[in-house]
């Protein structure tokens, strides 16, 4: 069955512009967490959506935000980037139901902010 | 200032050995831990995980301890072969399961020599 698909996988966008990654989650998964990674700060926390709620948030500004579609595809839009946000953004699916245990990773979208 | 990017600890052993990686954690409500493996290019990738109610979980030539007294995770890895060789993270969460609002450790960086 398919992974975890992400896309773009590269992206390339200036300061001040908006950006939507995509995350296409295992069919059957109905939750999607996001996670940003930089060689600074490691892997942290977005957000988590499940059935098209957002159920959990990490500490993140507001210009991080996010959706789920009925389909249980995840959008993340970064709106006025700045030179941080450069990090590769994973996104994770998993069942989502009480006692889920493993969860699956994409290979991520590596966003460069020049 | 610039920002300094981290410095994973490197963890070097020959091919064939016991490799045992080890994590702190600091939350005491913490009930699930993972242990994930990500190779260069790639999202994180699951190994095994426990739950707070167990010491102790086995897998395919990998171990998980668990040590809730002193806030500690352990993952052994028997008999390295060189496709072990990879960046190793262990990751803690008070929200069940799944991906959700995972706290992820600094890595390190294992390297099998041949």
């Known amino acids: 069955k398919a992974g975890v698909t992400q896309t773009p996988r590269y992206l390339i966008k200036t300061r001040g512009q908006q950006v939507t990654l995509s995350c296409s989650p295992i069919?059957?998964?109905?939750?999607v967490s996001w996670y940003q990674q930089t060689p600074g700060q490691g892997l942290q926390f977005l957000f988590e959506y499940f059935s098209e709620t957002q159920r959990n948030k990490g500490n993140f500004p507001g210009r991080f935000s996010g959706r789920q579609f009925s389909n249980s595809r995840s959008e993340m839009n970064v709106s006025t980037l700045e030179l941080g946000d450069s990090a590769l953004y994973l996104c994770?699916?998993?069942?989502?139901?009480?006692?889920?245990?493993?969860?699956?990773f994409g290979q991520g979208t590596r966003l460069t902010v020049v | 200032g610039e920002s300094v990017g981290l410095h994973l600890p490197t963890l070097s052993v020959q091919e064939g050995d016991n490799s045992i990686i080890n994590c702190a954690y600091s939350?005491?409500?913490?009930?699930?831990f993972i242990w994930y493996k990500q190779e260069s290019g790639k999202g994180p990738q699951f190994i095994i995980d426990?739950?707070?109610?167990?010491d102790k979980r086995q897998g395919q030539r990998v171990t998980v301890l668990l040590n809730k007294t002193v806030k500690h995770l352990s993952l052994q890895i028997a008999a390295t072969q060189p496709g072990d060789s990879a960046v190793y993270f262990c990751?803690?969460?008070?929200?069940?399961?799944?991906?959700?609002?995972?706290?992820f450790g600094k890595g390190t960086h294992l390297i099998i020599q041949p």
């Open positions: 990751a803690e969460s008070d929200s069940g399961g799944g991906a959700d609002g995972l706290t």
């Open positions: 939350n005491s409500a913490s009930d699930y």
């Open positions: 426990i739950r707070s109610n167990m």
């Open positions: 069919s059957g998964h109905r939750s």
């Open positions: 994770a699916s998993s069942l989502g139901g009480l006692g889920d245990t493993e969860a699956f």
